[in-house]
């Protein structure tokens, strides 16, 4: 049974950093494709970050510069470091592994971020 407990969400304020974390287990974690998602009150889920199995990332425009993501095959762990939050990325965040061939995907329970002063 796949399972991904994510960790590491809160209360920030504008300017500070949060560092969320994704445990997976389950699943042969190595071959595939991770991300990070959020959703905020009344908005569609969007993509924040994705990181291939090779270690190649992809970012939403409202996050380069500011968010990082990497992960840690040894682990089975990926991380999202979010730097200079801003109320705007305020979100539950959800961790995702991408579909695999005829492999279903996997979403995480969620993870609220919140940035206000």
């Known amino acids: 049974q796949v399972r991904l407990v994510e960790s590491g969400g809160g209360l920030v304020q504008p300017g500070g950093s949060l560092r969320l974390s994704c445990a997976a287990s389950?699943?042969?974690?190595?071959?595939?494709?991770m991300g990070w998602y959020r959703q905020a009150p009344g908005n569609e889920r969007e993509l924040v970050a994705q990181?291939?199995?090779?270690?190649?990332?992809n970012y939403a425009d409202s996050v380069k510069g500011r968010f990082t993501i990497s992960r840690d095959n040894a682990k089975n762990t990926v991380l999202l470091q979010m730097n200079s939050l801003k109320p705007e990325d305020t979100a539950v965040y959800y961790c995702?592994?991408?579909?695999?061939?005829?492999?279903?995907?996997?979403w995480g329970q969620g993870t609220q971020v919140t940035v206000s002063s």
């Open positions: 990181i291939t199995r090779g270690g190649n990332t």
């Open positions: 995702h592994i991408d579909r695999l061939g005829s492999r279903p995907e996997y």
């Open positions: 389950g699943i042969f974690f190595s071959l595939r494709d």
